[in-house]
């Protein structure tokens, strides 16, 4: 079936550093990406929805600035948490649509902790 | 209008029996809903999905129930095993969102032996 990878799993950083999260569809080519957001015992919450080539659609509330959404090919969608701060740990979770079914396809999520 | 919610919130349920997750929607134009299953550190993974022309759709121990009319939808766990045990997540799409979905809150299901 089709992969969704992402990278890493699980970081840890120091508050006021910025971290990148690599999304990457293995076997299939995405126009568009999304990038969740998850709390313990939580749902996803949608970010940003980003398109390959263009410059993403954030959700309402979500800051732009702060969390840069980069996709660059069909294949590699990133995320970068700009100035880390504590209340940016969470559990952050892509999704890949393939191009060609339309279906969709989530990578294993990023465990981010800032200190 | 774009909520949809899932209950119950959490959910045990003894080896062999059914499990029964329900969700309700606003938005008449949502015209796809997907099943999640997720693990604890793991992202989700689609196990069912209806589209509203049909009211019932069955793949394996797994069924969907969706109710139109009523703006309902749920999901049957038939035979349930402890390897079900997980969050489950009802989501609804529109075709012209390009993918974008809206989450439930999810049920934590948990199946004792």
């Known amino acids: 079936g089709a992969v969704v990878s992402q990278h890493p799993s699980r970081v840890i950083c120091k508050s006021g550093t910025s971290v990148k999260i690599e999304c990457r569809s293995l076997?299939?080519?995405?126009?568009?990406m999304f990038w969740y957001r998850q709390f313990p015992k939580k749902s996803l919450m949608l970010m940003a929805t980003?398109?390959?080539?263009?410059?993403?659609?954030?959700e309402q509330g979500v800051e732009k600035d702060k969390f840069l959404i980069n996709h660059a090919s069909l294949t590699l969608s990133t995320l970068t948490v700009t100035s880390a701060h504590p209340e940016d740990s969470s559990f952050y979770i892509c999704?890949?649509?393939?191009?060609?079914?339309?279906?969709?396809?989530f990578g294993s999520g990023t465990q981010l902790s800032v200190l | 209008q774009q909520q949809v919610k899932q209950s119950p919130q959490s959910l045990i349920v003894q080896k062999g029996g059914i499990s029964i997750i329900n969700c309700a929607y606003e938005?008449?134009?949502?015209?796809?809903f997907p099943w999640y299953q997720q693990f604890p550190g793991k992202g989700p993974a689609l196990l069912i999905a209806?589209?509203?022309?049909?009211s019932e759709k069955k793949e394996g121990r797994f069924t969907i129930s969706f109710n139109k009319s009523a703006k309902q939808f749920s999901l049957h766990i038939m035979d349930s095993q402890p390897g079900d045990s997980a969050t489950y997540f009802c989501?609804?799409?529109?075709?012209?969102?390009?993918?974008?979905?809206?989450f439930g809150q999810g049920t934590e299901l948990s199946v004792k032996p």
């Open positions: 989501a609804a799409s529109i075709r012209g969102w390009g993918g974008k979905l809206i």
């Open positions: 980003s398109n390959e080539g263009s410059k993403a659609t954030y």
């Open positions: 999704s890949a649509r393939d191009r060609v079914n339309e279906k969709l396809f």
């Open positions: 209806i589209r509203p022309d049909v």
């Open positions: 076997d299939f080519q995405a126009t568009t």
């Open positions: 938005n008449t134009a949502f015209d796809y």
